[in-house]
């Protein structure tokens, strides 16, 4: 039998960055992975992904991939999770999001090429389906196809929806990368950090367990940290770095932060989103 001939035949859609709110290392499996509590906060900004329906079968790739081999791609391994030899999609990324940032990059590129191939395709998966494609790719794969703001427990998977307050970030990219696994594996990092509540959470508590062992193994994010410090008490890094940020109430007084960066720094001013928009169909 053919395939019905489909009513969207191209897709646009932000893939956007994620900040950790807070990053409490709770403990470490018999299988080497560590526990974690979480806050997840989506941002209003990402990279740009385009899905463009082909008549051949097969996955093709433009863009600013990071001359990534296909094994290591997780564009590419989300589009052949979904298990769909005989359908074909051209998808080109615009990079924003830098790699090693802590941001969430790629896992947000692997979780936007399910969400946005099962509308192309018109595979009708749910999201418990497609969250079930997404824990094998990642950690943070999960809560960008949840595509919601969310308390995260477990290594990272085991999402809960949250309500944030709206806020506006400046965030402070270094110019270097960090490779997560080194910081999981650092025998100086905390892996012992006691539970806290949500309720906890929203009166304050919380930090990154991760970022002393940061600080002390990569000077440039420890020099862009410390300016920050001294704008903003709320300051602090996101996952495994290398970025930092800091929370306002308002877009202005982010955007005057990002405004007196040092040079060297680039800085961004972004809003933060509870729930990603749908994905904008082009027919």
Known sequence: MGLQHPAVTRI??????????????????????????????????????????REQPGITLSGDTDDLPPEDNLIMKAACALNQPERGAH???????????GLG????????????????????????ALLALAKPLGADVPVFTL????????????????????????????????QTAEIFGHPELTRNTAPITVAAFFSGAGHNDLQP???????????????L???SPTARMT??????????DTEAEAR?????????VTAVAVQGLDRLPAIERVE
């Not at 307050?165 to 990368?177: N, Q």
């Not at 996952?239 to 306002?248: E, I, Q, R, T």
């Not at 005057?256 to 060297?264: H, K, M, W």
Request: glycine share 10%; hydrophobic share 45%; with cysteine.
């Open 91 to 101: 998808i080109h990324i615009t990079k924003r999001i830098p790699r090693g940032g």
């Open 12 to 53: 646009h859609a932000c893939s956007p960055a994620k900040l950790n709110l807070f990053l409490h290392v709770t403990g470490q499996r018999p299988d080497g992975y560590h526990t974690l509590q979480t806050v997840f906060q989506l941002l209003d900004w990402g990279d740009d992904m385009t899905f463009e329906l």
């Open 147 to 178: 595509g919601h703001s969310a308390w995260a427990e477990g290594i990272g998977e085991d999402l809960s929806p949250l309500a944030l307050p709206p806020r506006w970030y400046a965030v402070i990219i270094p110019a270097c990368g960090v």
């Open 213 to 227: 062992v940061v600080m002390a193994l990569y000077p440039e994010i420890r020099k862009a940290w410390k300016w």
């Open 256 to 264: 005057s932060l990002v405004a007196r960066a040092p040079a060297g």
């Open 105 to 128: 990059g790629g896992s947000s590129n692997a979780a936007t090429t399910l969400r946005a191939l099962n509308t192309l395709w018109s595979l009708n998966l749910n999201q418990p």
């Open 239 to 248: 996952g495994s770095g290398a970025c930092c940020f800091a929370a306002f």
């Open 229 to 231: 410090e001294a704008q």
